[in-house]
Antibody
Framework: QVHLVQSGVEVKKPGASMTVSCKAS????????ITWVRQAPGQGLEWMGW????????NYAQKLQGRVTMTTDTSTTTAYMELRSLRSDDTAVYYC????????????WGKGTTVTVSS | EIVMTQSPATLSVSPGERATFSCRAS??????LAWYQQKPGQAPRLLIY???TRATGIPARFSGSGSGTEFTLTLSSLQSEDFAVYYC?????????FGQGTKLEIK
């Protein structure tokens, strides 16, 4: 049974950095990429980027380029998303999701990590 | 970047009736289109991938169609648990993008 367990609530000040983790289990970790999606309060879903758990290749949303880094640790089957220079509009629920068997859709999702950026 | 446009923003339908959601892509995404359902306080749930293939465990009352730039999600015989927000996502070209969502509410 596939599970993605995310790290807990974060409260950060503007300009700080944060790292959200996503512990995967129930499948062969290196066979599937991980996507990160965020959702600001009352808003829709925003695709942030993707990381290959096989070789670490990444693809990021252009608006986050330079501030975001997505990595994986195959020894602990955990994916990480670091976001730097936080702003108030980074306040959101951050989700990790596993890609599907037949394409880059997202078939399993973590429960989300709430991040609040406030002075 | 491919822009995904969903319509309508809100859909009011009575239980037992049919609901139809539209999703339009600003350029062709072939059949690389997924639909998700999201309820308040929950993560999205995959409903459809490949434009028309139901994900594991999704009831047959959910169906998807379309290709290229025009896609439709149909829910037949709505049940109380179907009232939620529905999103489409294209995964044909980086960066992948979501539509803004359609809220299905009880009429």
């Amino acid at each position: 049974q596939v599970h993605l367990v995310q790290s807990g609530v974060e409260v950060k000040k503007p300009g700080a950095s944060m790292t959200v983790s996503c512990k995967a289990s129930g499948y062969t970790f290196t066979s599937y990429g991980i996507t990160w999606v965020r959702q600001a309060p009352g808003q829709g879903l925003e695709w942030m980027g993707w990381v290959s758990a096989y070789n670490g290749n990444t693809n990021y949303a252009q608006k986050l380029q330079g501030r975001v880094t997505m990595t994986t640790d195959t020894s602990t089957t955990t994916a990480y998303m670091e976001l730097r220079s936080l702003r108030s509009d980074d306040t959101a629920v951050y989700y990790c999701a596993r890609e599907g068997d037949y394409g880059d859709y997202n078939d399993y999702w973590g429960k989300g990590t709430t991040v609040t950026v406030s002075s | 970047e491919i822009v995904m446009t969903q319509s309508p923003a809100t859909l009011s339908v009575s239980p037992g009736e049919r609901a139809t959601f539209s999703c339009r892509a600003s350029q062709s995404v072939s059949n690389k289109l997924a639909w998700y359902q999201q309820k308040p306080g929950q993560a999205p749930r995959l409903l459809i991938y490949g434009a028309s293939t139901r994900a594991t465990g999704i009831p047959a009352r959910f169906s998807g169609s379309g290709s290229g730039t025009e896609f439709t999600l149909t829910l037949s015989s709505l049940q109380s648990e179907d009232f939620a927000v529905y999103y489409c996502e294209q995964y044909d070209k980086w960066p992948y993008t979501f539509g803004q969502g359609t809220k299905l509410e009880i009429k």
